[in-house]
C-alpha cells in the first residue's frame, strides 16, 4: 500500500522524489499562512531523539528542500496533515 495525500495548489506546492532509499520533497508556501504549520512539523522532528529523521533546508522565497528518512515518511506525511499544510491522505493500493 502507497500513502497518498493531496494538497491546495494555490496555497502551497510540494513536489516529491527518491533520493536512495529516503524520500525527498520541495515545497514552495504560496500562501505564507501556512508558514506556523510547517515550523511545527519542523519543531516536532528537531524535538525528538534521532537527528537525522526528517532534515529541513530553507530557502528565499518561503521555499524549502526537506529529507525524510524512509522509516519516518507516514510520520512526516501525517504531521503536515496535522498542520494543515494537506487536505487529505489516505491508503492507496
Not at 2 to 9: I, N, P, Q, S, V
Not at 44 to 71: G, M, P, Q, W
Amino acid at each position: 500500500m502507497k500513502l497518498a495525500y493531496r494538497f491546495d495548489e494555490r496555497r502551497i506546492e510540494i513536489l516529491e522524489s527518491a533520493n536512495g532509499t529516503d524520500a525527498e520533497f520541495e515545497i514552495n508556501l504560496r500562501d505564507l499562512d501556512l508558514e506556523d504549520g510547517l515550523r511545527e512539523v519542523k519543531k516536532r522532528f528537531d524535538e525528538n531523539d534521532s537527528y537525522t529523521d526528517v532534515l529541513f533546508y530553507a530557502y528565499e522565497n518561503h521555499r524549502f528542500k526537506v529529507i525524510v528518512r524512509s522509516e519516518y515518511y507516514v510520520d512526516f506525511i501525517m504531521a503536515l496533515m496535522g498542520n494543515g499544510l494537506l487536505r487529505q491522505v489516505e491508503w492507496t493500493e
